[in-house]
């Protein structure tokens, strides 16, 4: 059975380690998702929103990885926006335990999931 393309959409300034820590997961020999391609940096790209539509079209599904400050991170909330646009189901995954988790602007009533392993396996499935 083929994996679920995963589209990664996170915090550059603040949770980068937490999409590398995602990224691992996916290299787990039971992992039912790979990683298709993940956010791009705005300031790589004039047009980087254009890459991201690309990317999230081709992916399955779009993680965003949530932590303290993603409410404030306007390149997550642009690809909620363009996922939200093409149609791609998406899920909140708080990003830490012990800390305060916030929902990027526009994913206002969307359940944010906890991290973890059996939680995420679920939720690329579609079990949300």
């Known amino acids: ?4 393309k995963l ?10 380690f937490l ?17 298709a391609d993940w956010s791009v940096k705005e300031a790589q790209a004039t047009n980087w929103q ?4 690309m990317r999230i079209r081709r992916s399955d599904v779009v993680a965003i990885i ?5 409410d404030t991170a306007s390149g997550v909330s642009a690809e909620l926006r363009i996922a ?11 990003g830490y335990k ?16 906890n991290w973890t392993w059996d939680n995420l396996k679920t939720l690329v499935k579609g079990g949300r």
Do not use: W
């Open 98 to 113: 012990d800390k305060t988790n916030v929902r990027p602007k526009g994913a206002d009533g969307s359940k944010m999931y």
């Open 7 to 16: 589209f990664i959409s996170f915090d550059y300034d603040h949770d980068q």
């Open 50 to 53: 254009d890459h991201a539509r």
């Open 1 to 4: 059975m083929p994996k679920c």
């Open 84 to 94: 939200k646009d093409e149609d791609k189901p998406f899920f909140l995954l708080a």
């Open 66 to 70: 949530c932590g303290q400050h993603t």
């Open 19 to 35: 999409k590398e820590a995602l990224v691992g997961q996916a290299k787990l020999p039971d992992s039912p998702f790979e990683i």
